[in-house]
């Protein structure tokens, strides 16, 4: 079973910038993982996809995160990151790590929250 646990969220104005990251216990690259991303729930909102990576690398954003959001992966490190710049009030949520599992189920962090005053 795959552990999943962010990092980096926290209280940042407007305009300002912040860097997720989650940990994985395996390989990031391993065989029974074929996709990561990051979702995110506000306040009274749905669980939502954010930006998403597979396994070779392709990478799909929500219309709100392009151009402002950057996800990678640092395979050394067995970490997925989420660059967030521009940051709106909007933005303002719990954000999930998650592992889509080759057999067709998930696996989800803990979540860390990002609050972003105006």
């Known amino acids: 079973q795959v552990q999943l646990v962010e990092s980096g969220g926290g209280l940042v104005q407007a305009g300002g910038s912040l860097r997720l990251s989650c940990a994985t216990s395996?390989?990031?690259?391993?065989?029974?993982?074929?996709?990561m991303g990051w979702y995110r729930q506000g306040p009274g909102k749905q669980r939502e996809l954010v930006a998403s990576i597979t396994r070779g690398g392709s990478t799909t954003y929500a219309d709100s995160a392009k151009g402002r959001f950057t996800i990678s992966r640092d395979n050394a490190k067995n970490t997925l990151n989420l660059q967030m710049t521009s940051l709106k009030p909007e933005d303002t949520a719990v954000y999930y790590c998650?592992?889509?599992?080759?057999?067709?189920?998930?696996?989800w962090g803990q979540g860390t929250l990002v609050t972003v005053s105006s």
């Open positions: 998650n592992a889509k599992l080759v057999t067709s189920s998930d696996a």
């Open positions: 395996g390989n990031i690259l391993s065989v029974s993982i074929y996709a």
